[in-house]
């Protein structure tokens, strides 16, 4: 069995309305943020949960942190339930909410740490090591003892991170850690999780909407749309379903004469500069090239994989989302 | 229990950060203590009570120095539950309904000593008549003392049933003026309770909210003789107890129907 059993999650949530003119009462809507959603993650994966805004990640990282109580369906973590045995469940797991804080407003950071460790009864010794190790990896050292209120979101993000793993959870939940991070700081981030998956054998499943993050990090990739999952698998398996279009950029030494392309290939001149897309599927790249060099003598070309958030969008509105 | 107990000292040693709003409510709490014992004093001048004007002044100065106790509310906590930021306090192993006991004590524990000390030595200066009275005898002090332990753990047991209901309605608003409303008038705070006619008095005496700083207060000062306090520490231990159980009940509930804010 795997380590995350999954079978027919369903979780659905009441939102009242604003009552409308000349009505009585209010209007219900019941949105099921789950609709039967199933799958498995193994120990030591590190998986990548995207989807749009509203799809259901954040309720399933809820539920599977034993927070919320699902209406139907089935999950076991490492033979538990997670809402049933929720004490007992949560010590092997961190959770990083990513537009949340766990750690104390007013008070400097390490102050907030031990207080989680007498929370998770870490030992002293064991929190001495684990600390230090975390202090080193995600560069904290000079922040211990300052108050968490004046500490910018790239530092604060990364102590957060730092509180959620000091009680070595096998498992860790992190729902859209690097949201409003800068590019210095989500690396150091991606870096980070990177070791930790690798060091330590800490089973991640991550919610993002930042591609890079599930290109960098995950293996694995489930998308999830409407409350459903839609895809499972591996990154360019997913990508290479959507990626449809390519651009080329060729620059030429010389005047070159028109060169016929294909159907389905549009192409724009400007000078002696062309550029093109095309869609591999279609027109092999390997025939696309034999096309540009007969046609002259190429002094510059880049080829572009299409933007990965496009894509994305690409993909999502193709599902319907 | 590590756990409990190191949420409660760093709760503590949060209230000890705000130390400007403490000398705000002492002079607060001094100035409302001055000008309800000008009130009564001019109440008694047109007609004398049974009670002693001693023994209203003392009620009031006792109310107004333990007054963070009963009426403070955890602002973090509540901005918590409203903002969905209770989520990761819902992710500790730990029982949720003592971990923001044990909160809701350090803040009101730290609050009110803090507050409590220094109007007591200031109303032990003033003079007779209008200041506050040494205890009735040794055992009533002590009594007392007792009574106010029990007193605290039910105050601490009502803000926490306030705090499951704001779990519900989201906004602390509604709940807190309709029980702050009744914590003000049947715990004495508004009117001493000794004041209140004899009838009303073997009912209110009987609540809850006479539990928190009446019983203690009645105590010390004599109202209450010694040996009534078996009686009156037995009433304290049921509402603590029955407050507690109800307390729990409701975070457990809550827990069921449990949606997290925000997203």
């Known amino acids: 069995m795997s380590y995350i059993e999954v079978n027919g999650l369903r979780k659905s949530f009441v939102v009242r309305k604003k009552r409308e003119k000349g009505k009585l009462f209010r209007e219900k809507d019941t949105v099921e943020a789950l609709k039967g959603v199933s799958f498995s993650v193994e120990k030591g994966e590190l998986v990548g949960y995207i989807g749009p805004n509203g799809a259901g990640k954040s309720t399933t990282v809820k539920i599977l942190s034993g927070i919320l109580t699902p209406d139907g369906g089935e999950a076991l973590v490492g033979g538990r339930v997670p809402w049933r045995e929720r004490r007992e469940y949560v010590k092997h797991i961190g959770v990083v909410f990513g537009q949340r804080s766990q750690l104390w407003w007013d008070v400097p950071i390490i102050d907030s740490f031990s207080l989680l460790k007498d929370i998770y009864r870490i030992p002293s010794a064991e929190y001495e090591k684990r600390l230090g190790e975390l202090k080193e990896a995600l560069g904290l050292n000079d922040i211990m003892r300052t108050p968490l209120r004046l500490l910018s979101l790239g530092q604060r993000m990364r102590a957060e991170l730092c509180g959620s793993l000091l009680h070595r959870p096998e498992l860790l939940f992190l729902d859209e850690p690097t949201i409003g991070l800068d590019a210095v700081s989500k690396i150091a981030l991606r870096d980070f999780l990177k070791w930790e998956n690798s060091e330590h054998g800490t089973t991640i499943m991550l919610t993002t909407h930042d591609m890079e993050d599930i290109a960098a990090l995950c293996s694995r990739v489930m998308v999830l749309g409407h409350g459903q999952k839609l895809f499972d698998g591996r990154l360019p398996d997913l990508l290479e379903k959507f990626d449809t279009v390519r651009t080329v950029n060729v620059k030429y030494g010389a005047a070159v004469p028109s060169v016929s392309f294909p159907e389905g290939v549009s192409a724009s001149w400007t000078d002696n500069e062309l550029s093109l897309t095309y869609s591999p599927a279609k027109l092999p790249t390997a025939q696309l090239l034999l096309l540009l060099q007969e046609a002259g003598p190429i002094s510059e070309m880049t080829l572009q994989p299409e933007n990965i958030d496009h894509l994305i969008a690409a993909m999502y509105k193709e599902m319907d989302l | 229990m590590r756990g409990y107990f190191s949420v409660f000292r760093m709760r503590l040693r949060m209230e000890l950060q705000y130390r400007g709003a403490m000398i705000g409510g002492i002079l607060c709490q001094m100035f409302f203590g001055i000008v309800l014992v000008a009130l009564y004093r001019a109440l008694y001048a047109g007609k004398p009570q049974a009670l002693p004007i001693e023994a209203v002044t003392t009620y ?68 007779k008549g209008w200041g506050l009275s040494l205890p009735a005898s040794a055992p009533g002090l002590l009594l007392g003392l007792l009574a106010l332990i029990f007193g605290f753990l039910c105050m601490c047991a009502l803000e926490n049933i306030s705090m499951g209901f704001t779990m519900r309605t989201l906004d602390p608003r509604g709940i807190q003026g309709m029980l702050g409303l009744l914590m003000m008038t049947f715990s004495g705070n508004l009117l001493p309770l000794t004041l209140f006619p004899d009838s009303w008095q073997k009912v209110i005496t009987v609540l809850p909210y006479a539990q928190l700083m009446d019983a203690p207060i009645r105590l010390y000062s004599g109202i209450y003789a010694p040996q009534e306090a078996p009686r009156i520490l037995a009433v304290q231990i049921v509402w603590t107890f029955v407050l507690i159980t109800a307390g729990i009940c409701l975070w457990n509930a809550n827990k069921k129907r449990l949606i997290v804010q925000g997203g």
């Open chain 2, 60 to 127: 009031v100065w006792l109310q107004q120095a333990f007054f963070r106790m009963l009426v403070s509310t955890d602002p973090d906590l509540l901005d918590k539950i409203r903002s969905g930021n209770i989520s990761y306090d819902l992710c500790r192993p730990v029982n949720i309904y003592w971990f923001y006991y044990s909160r809701i004590a350090a803040q009101k524990l730290m609050g009110s000593l803090m507050r409590g000390i220094p109007m007591l030595v200031f109303a032990f200066l003033l003079p």
